[in-house]
């Protein structure tokens, strides 16, 4: 009962990063309806600008500060820019264009910075967490990071006039734009806070999986995996999803014999492939009813 009261413990810690990811793939997915592929990516490269400027004297917190308002003045550029003029074109357009922004994001970090690793530091510490060795006080600060951000988007998307128009631009364009919401901009926000959000959870991630410009593969698939379990209709559900996955993940690792850490990928793929068989809209997703 020990070892499984401790399993789950390091899964909530490792869940925190997934569900960091799942949030802004969710975000991006409200906005657009589409999944962003190269959202790891951008929240990599996020990192590493936070990081530069950390090179250059700048103190954690104000570099992290910078570095989310920069994120979210990119997102809304990379919307305008890139993928406006997408907006009715086919879906597997969107998706190429995904493709493109993913290869020149990686490749233009890996220019600047090029593929060594580095370290990145922790506002938090990393000694064990209230005397657990399974948990540090980053993993703890990353989950509480994660629950603010929860908190502060249903603040934002309950009670303010720009959060209630965009829920109602992203569930009902038609009905939006013909009471006067500019839906396009509402869109433009979307990544903006999409982005923004990937800019946090890549400087929370950098600590644990060190920087680098392909830092994000694996942690973007988790990601992935975490909203669709979750539901990408809801931002409460890809949060629960991500430490759904990081416990299950460890579970499975402890006590499923052969899986090691060579299979915990394919398990997430598995995960994936098995929610869209059986729930397609996630545990806490709504259905989508069309009338044909």
Known sequence: MELFANQVLAGIATGAIYACMALAVVMIYQAIDHLNFAQGEMAMFSTFMSWQMMQWGVPYWWAFILTVILSFIGGILIERLLFKPLAKAPVLTNVAG????????????????????????????????????????????????????????????????????????????????????????????????????????????????????????????????????????????????????????????????GVGNELKLPIALALIITVLVVKPAGLFGRPIVKRV
């Open 98 to 257: 995904f493709i493109a922004l993913f290869a020149i994001v990686n490749s233009v970090a890996g220019l600047i910075w090029d593929f060594t690793i580095k370290q990145y530091p922790t506002p938090f510490g990393s000694s064990p967490f209230l005397g657990s060795q399974l948990i540090s006080t980053h993993q703890a600060g990353m989950v509480g990071v994660t629950v603010l951000l929860l908190a502060g988007l249903y603040f934002f998307f309950q009670f303010t006039r720009i959060g209630l128009a965009m829920r109602a631009a992203a569930s009902l364009p038609e009905s939006a734009r013909l009471v006067g919401i500019n839906t396009s901009w509402m869109i433009a926000l979307g990544w903006g806070m999409a982005s923004a959000i990937g800019a946090i959870a890549g400087m929370l991630i950098a600590p644990v999986v060190f920087l680098e410009p392909n830092m994000m593969g694996g942690v973007l698939i988790y990601g992935f995996a975490s909203a669709v379990l979750g539901g990408l209709s809801s931002p409460l559900g890809a949060v629960i999803g991500g430490f759904l996955v990081g416990v299950f993940e460890n579970l499975a690792g402890t006590y499923i014999p």
